[in-house]
């Protein structure tokens, strides 16, 4: 059993910073992606930004060099710098992994229960 918790969503002004944090626990062998996704009010999930085993990064347009998605594979935990944070990165931000809990089992896509972050004045 696997399990994903989030934190760090709250109220912020336009133009402030938050870090959002992402645990994995539970029975883990090896997590081969970890991801940040994110849904605002009628709109569809959106992927914001992507950490790969190996080092590969990537960012949605609409946050490419505000954010920064750093991980820490010695505590299966997954960050989200936002910095300059807008009224439209409003939303609720779901961590989302890939991970296989034994050697011989395939992985499987595992995700938390979303973290509310506001931008407004």
């Known amino acids: 059993q696997v399990q994903l918790v989030e934190s760090g969503g709250c109220l912020v002004q336009p133009g402030g910073s938050l870090r959002l944090s992402c645990a994995a626990s539970?029975?883990?062998?090896?997590?081969?992606?970890m991801r940040w996704y994110r849904q605002a009010p009628g709109k569809e999930r959106e992927l914001v930004a992507a950490?790969?085993?190996?080092?590969?990064?990537n960012y949605a347009d609409s946050v490419k060099g505000r954010f920064t998605i750093s991980r820490d594979n010695a505590k299966n935990t997954v960050y989200l710098q936002m910095n300059s944070l807008k009224p439209e990165d409003t939303a609720v931000y779901y961590c989302?992994?890939?991970?296989?809990?034994?050697?011989?089992?395939?992985?499987?896509?595992?995700w938390g229960q979303g973290t509310l972050v506001t931008v407004s004045s």
């Open positions: 989302n992994a890939v991970i296989k809990t034994y050697a011989d089992l395939p992985a499987s896509n595992e």
């Open positions: 539970g029975t883990i062998f090896s997590i081969n992606a």
């Open positions: 950490v790969i085993s190996g080092g590969t990064i």
